[in-house]
């Protein structure tokens, strides 16, 4: 075994150990800090479609008409008439979003796909219709 082939990259702080044949291989250790393991995290593009549609909802949620579309809990507070109409046109406006904004999988997917994964990332937050009503008594 070559000399070069047994140098530890310090400016990473690997560890060395050794498998059941006796080679020298390398361990990468888990970054300390929350810096550090966000960098480690696979890129946006490769984030599944609930994952894509949290971050979309995270930047629409502080505009009007988004937050009015999904605020509603029972009909006559939709902005639509219905709440499934509310629903169709935030999944829409996510849609939209990740058309413009560089979102893949949310870019093509059905209006109707959508609106069960905003759903889901309401549910993530307790924030699903349901979950929202709290009892009076």
Do not use: C, W
């Amino acid at each position: 075994m070559s000399e070069e082939n047994n140098v530890v990259d310090e400016t990473v702080n690997h560890q060395e150990n050794s498998n059941v044949e006796g080679e020298r291989m390398l361990i990468k250790p888990i970054p300390r800090t929350s810096q550090g393991l966000l960098a480690q995290r696979m890129n946006q593009k490769t984030f599944n479609l609930h994952d894509q549609v949290e971050q979309i909802v995270t930047d629409l949620i502080p505009k009007d008409e988004f937050f009015n579309l999904i605020d509603a809990v029972y009909p006559e507070q939709s902005i639509e008439g219905s709440l499934l109409a509310d629903d169709h046109e935030a999944a829409r406006m996510v849609r939209e979003y990740g058309k413009a904004n560089g979102f893949p999988v949310v870019a093509h997917q059905k209006i109707q796909t959508l609106m069960r994964s905003i759903k889901v990332v309401l549910r993530r937050y307790k924030l699903g219709r349901g979950q929202r009503l709290i009892d009076s008594k």
